[in-house]
């Protein structure tokens, strides 16, 4: 069950395309709470938007598809510093709210 969560789009430094990252204090049912920060390609004005466009991704992965067209998930993230403090604040707003619970 999620906790918190904060979505915001920055450029990456290599390709100058935009990125979005979803970043999120999770509860698991009786367990501790974790953040998880997920990254996709483009921009989403909302976590659903992102959610489904990297569920159509994971899923059609699965399905032995080789071309996904422009959406691509982030294995690594360069950012520029604007990029990087919107993460740091990011996780720092994740992490006040997830202590207090």
Do not use: W
Request: glycine letters at 8%.
């Amino acid at each position: 069950m999620g906790v918190y969560s904060k979505l915001f789009t920055a450029t990456d430094a290599i390709n100058h395309e935009p990125f979005t990252i979803l970043v999120e204090a999770v509860n698991p049912i009786g367990g501790e709470i974790y953040v998880v920060v997920k990254a996709l390609d483009g921009e989403y004005e909302t976590r659903e938007a992102f959610q489904n466009a990297r569920e159509y991704y994971l899923h059609g992965l699965e399905k032995g598809y080789s071309d996904k067209g422009e959406i691509a998930l982030y294995r690594s993230i360069t950012m520029r510093l604007p990029g990087s403090r919107q993460l740091v604040d990011a996780l720092n707003e994740v992490l006040v709210a997830s202590e207090e619970g």
